[in-house]
T-cell receptor
Framework: EPEVTQTPSHQVTQMGQEVILRCVPI?????FYWYRQILGQKVEFLVS????????KSEIFDDQFSVERPDGSNFTLKIRSTKLEDSAMYFC????????????FGEGSRLTVL | ELKVEQNPLFLSMQEGKNYTIYCNYS?????LYWYRQDPGKSLESLFV?????AVKQEGRLMASLDTKARLSTLHITAAVHDLSATYFC???????????????FGKGTKLSVKP
């Protein structure tokens, strides 16, 4: 069964460093998303991406965040200068055109900022 | 502010018992999603409820949607240990309406089923 894959599964970084989280969405999906989940809390929407541009973004997705689809398969989330409060699990998700609208989530990338 | 509220947030059940998780939301969304998350794992789609009165069942789980009351329920029948997980409901929160994928999640209900 097709699935969303994410790398790395866990990254530890120093505050102020740049981090890139990578995702390979399901191949025939056209809508891509990043969500985050701070430990023990609810899942929060960060950004949606369609047709090579951001469709929507939340208040959390400020200037230190960016997304990119550098080639036909990868979808990346970059955090330019990490802060302690960026420590969270980051989930990539994708959705196909039409259908019921459900999102398919990857296994997540755990980011720890020291 | 768009809100999705689940209750209870913690639920400890004995195997074989029945229980219901409630999800109230403040949007006018006509669809609702239920996801399951095992500890340290991803979110697995359980149900997509697409309209008022929708009812879906999979095994021991049954979900329903009342868009007039802005309420969805997830009913667990004869619980087994394998159902232990955190269950999230979510609704579409896009300012553009429709199913854009900008989901607002509830805080989750952590279910623990004990023998």
């Amino acid at each position: 069964e097709p699935e969303v894959t994410q790398t790395p599964s866990h990254q530890v970084t120093q505050m102020g460093q740049e981090v890139i989280l990578r995702c390979v969405p399901i191949s025939n999906h056209l809508y891509f998303y990043w969500y985050r989940q701070i430990l023990g809390q609810k899942v929060e929407f960060l950004v949606s991406f369609y047709n090579n541009e951001i469709s929507e973004k939340s208040e959390i997705f400020d200037d230190q965040f960016s997304v990119e689809r550098p080639d036909g398969s990868n979808f990346t989330l970059k955090i330019r200068s990490t802060k302690l409060e960026d420590s969270a699990m980051y989930f990539c998700a994708s959705k196909r055109t039409g259908g019921a609208g459900e999102l398919f989530f990857g296994e997540g990338s755990r980011l720890t900022v020291l | 502010e768009l809100k999705v509220e689940q209750n209870p947030l913690f639920l400890s059940m004995q195997e074989g018992k029945n229980y219901t998780i409630y999800c109230n939301y403040s949007t006018t969304s006509d669809r609702l999603y239920w996801y399951r998350q095992d500890p340290g794992k991803s979110l697995e789609s359980l149900f997509v409820l697409l309209s008022n009165g929708a009812v879906k069942q999979e095994g021991r789980l049954m979900a329903s949607l009342d868009t007039k009351a802005r309420l969805s329920t997830l009913h667990i029948t004869a619980a087994v240990h394998d159902l232990s997980a955190t269950y999230f409901c979510a609704v579409d929160g896009s300012e553009y309406g429709g199913s854009q994928g900008n989901l607002i999640f509830g805080k989750g209900t952590k279910l623990s089923v004990k023998p």
